[in-house]
């Protein structure tokens, strides 16, 4: 028979799981857009990196003992509302964002193979490694995160090469591209801080775990500051090598930048070997979201927050249809994107799902503040708390308010889901008293 601890993750696999979810697709075509900003990337990857290590040490003060997850951790603090304000929020985004990340695997296997590279053919890759990574996830949390560490280990690679690569050029004394002449103003370095911050999103699926996690309380705070740490330290450092190997106008215009500029140092293979590496990105990140999305869906089953069949597992204690619901809904917004009528509204889903995210860090950050806290922990927090704000004005007005109607909707079904189980209680009460 197997102990307790067989089913549940310690501080590698949930480290692998917060950087599993950070490092997906997003950072391997960031440099296109950074291109043109010049000096102000790098001064954005510093404070961005600074504004998501305040929220992670936000999201950390708040977790408690019983390894509740994160539903859990805000109730304690601001009610059931609130928590399932955030949770339901980021529930959205972890399934939203795997459709996000399907296709762009799907696009990376195409650049690969060009003969899946049509609409449809993308769209049925996507589909069949959304059905492979739901598969993994329904043998349990420790298969998830057995995987998130593997692919973790082979997706570095690729931003690791780079920065070999400048070390390589400086070393034989070849000359560095120079950066866009871009002038740092206000303007220019908010527009480099949104772009760096959207890339680190994700350290927050370290909490969503319930019940699945050994002594909750030291290993989920140190692998969301380790893993946030380590990947902020990664991408200012990859980055900014590509803007060294690649001219702006050249980043600019790049499909592939990442391969581009390994391409530019060790020729065609090695563009092939990124291109490799930017799909087992995309499907580490698909699997880390599916963790996320199938967690955060059965908490809120467990609470009546959502249809209660949210709330069960299957014997290797896998929600199983929670995880169903997120790969269905995925696939939903996978086949929704293979119609030329619908690519913007998938693209704004992709913003909207950042949305989302910042409405879990501003609800964190107030949890944070009413726990007791020493006079530098107030200061890290309130930063975070700032810096959300920030993060909310980058994103755009639009974005903004449909992510307050999104928490609207999620209102209104979870008064739905309990106005149905009082309902169904109270039907039961009468026939049992006849």
Known sequence: MSRPNDRQIGFWLTSAIVVGTIIGSGIFLLPVSLAPLGVNAPIAWVISGAGALCVAFALSRIVRSDGGGLQSYIEAELGATAGFVATFSLWVSGWAGMASTAVAAAAAISWIVPQLSDPWSVAMVAIATTVIISAINLRGVRAAGGFALVTVALRILPLLAVIVAVLAMKAHHQPLAHLAPTPITTDNLASAVTLTLFAILGFETGTAPVGKVRDPTRTIPLALMAGTSFCVLLYLLSS??????????????SLSPYADALKANWGEKAAQLAAIGVAIAAIGGLNSNLVCGGELGFSMGLRGDLPAILGRVNRRNAPVISLLLASALTIVLVLANTSGSTAELFIFVSLLTTTATLIVYLVGAIAALRRPNSPVAKVAIGASLLFSLFAFYGAGLKPSAWGIALVI??????????????????????????
Do not use: D, N
Not at 240 to 253: D, G, M, Q, R, T
Not at 409 to 431: K, Q, V
């Open 409 to 434: 909707a999620g209102l209104a079904i979870r008064w739905f889901c309990h106005r149905l189980s009082r309902s169904r209680s109270g039907s039961s009460l009468a026939a049992e008293a006849s």
């Open 240 to 253: 900014s090598s590509v803007s060294l190997i690649l001219p702006p106008e050249a980043a600019a215009k």
